[in-house]
């Protein structure tokens, strides 16, 4: 695409990676090229970012669309092999150094050594035994968040919370914003009753 392309402009603005990224003009007719059956109606196509997902071998085994619009769903998740845990970037991760995992794909591409959960209910078994943190917005207002770090917590889990003076929602605006997100995350990851402590200030 050239920079003046919607999508292409989008990622530019946002600092995001283009080798990463692929783009559709007409989602659900592609989707349904590579595995079909899986819209009925395809009346109301649309043209999506893909964002795909890789195994540690490299192999594609999902992928998520990335809307343009900022009505109705704004992602959608494929599975091309049901039962595949949605994670993004298991192929780019060393798995012997600190894993970051953050919510959604776009901001783990601005992370050194990160990946994301496309969804809430992600399962990361296959994270066992490696030291990884986990990365969620900056919304200390936001119930199904703070429960789901109080339950790291709870776990024995690392989180990152984030410090009082970053006003921004989501990494990709902490970066452009100026913030340098690396050192912010590495510096305030926590785990036991220190991160409950901290938790509770950014709450309030």
Same mark, same amino acid.
């Given at each position: 695409?050239?920079?003046?392309?919607?999508?292409?402009?989008?990622?530019?603005?946002?600092?995001?990676?283009?080798?990463?990224?692929?783009?559709?003009?007409?989602?659900?007719?592609?989707?349904?090229?590579?595995?079909?059956?899986?819209?009925?109606?395809?009346?109301?196509?649309?043209? @999506?970012? =893909?964002?795909?997902?890789? /195994?540690?071998?490299?192999?594609?085994?999902?992928?998520?669309? @990335?809307?343009?619009?900022?009505?109705?769903?704004?992602?959608?998740?494929?599975?091309?092999?049901?039962?595949?845990?949605?994670?993004?970037?298991?192929?780019? =991760?060393?798995? /012997?150094?600190?894993?970051?995992?953050?919510?959604?794909?776009?901001?783990? &591409?601005?992370?050194?050594?990160?990946?994301?959960?496309?969804?809430?209910?992600?399962?990361?078994?296959?994270?066992?035994?490696?030291?990884?943190?986990?990365?969620?917005?900056?919304?200390?207002?936001?119930?199904? =968040?703070?429960?789901?770090?109080?339950?790291?917590?709870?776990?024995?889990?690392?989180?990152?919370?984030?410090?009082?003076?970053?006003?921004?929602? /989501?990494?990709? +605006? &902490?970066?452009?914003?100026?913030? +340098?997100?690396? @050192?912010?995350?590495?510096?305030?990851?926590?785990?036991?009753?220190?991160?409950?402590?901290?938790?509770? /200030?950014?709450?309030?």
């Amino acid at each position: 695409l050239n920079n003046t392309h919607p999508a292409k402009g989008y990622i530019l603005n946002r600092r995001l990676p283009t080798e990463a990224l692929y783009y559709t003009e007409k989602f659900m007719e592609w989707t349904n090229s590579v595995k079909p059956g899986t819209f009925n109606e395809i009346s109301r196509d649309e043209g @999506r970012i =893909i964002i795909p997902f890789k /195994d540690k071998e490299g192999s594609v085994f999902g992928f998520q669309g @990335r809307s343009l619009s900022n009505s109705g769903l704004r992602y959608i998740t494929v599975l091309l092999e049901e039962g595949r845990p949605k994670i993004y970037g298991l192929n780019s =991760i060393d798995y /012997d150094k600190r894993i970051y995992i953050t919510e959604g794909p776009f901001d783990s &591409m601005l992370l050194s050594n990160a990946i994301a959960m496309a969804g809430a209910d992600v399962s990361i078994d296959s994270l066992h035994g490696t030291d990884h943190v986990f990365v969620y917005d900056n919304e200390p207002r936001n119930v199904q =968040i703070v429960s789901r770090i109080s339950k790291h917590i709870t776990d024995g889990e690392s989180v990152v919370i984030w410090p009082s003076d970053i006003k921004e929602k /989501d990494i990709n +605006d &902490m970066v452009l914003a100026g913030h +340098d997100v690396q @050192r912010i995350v590495s510096s305030c990851s926590y785990q036991g009753l220190t991160a409950t402590l901290k938790l509770n /200030d950014w709450r309030k």
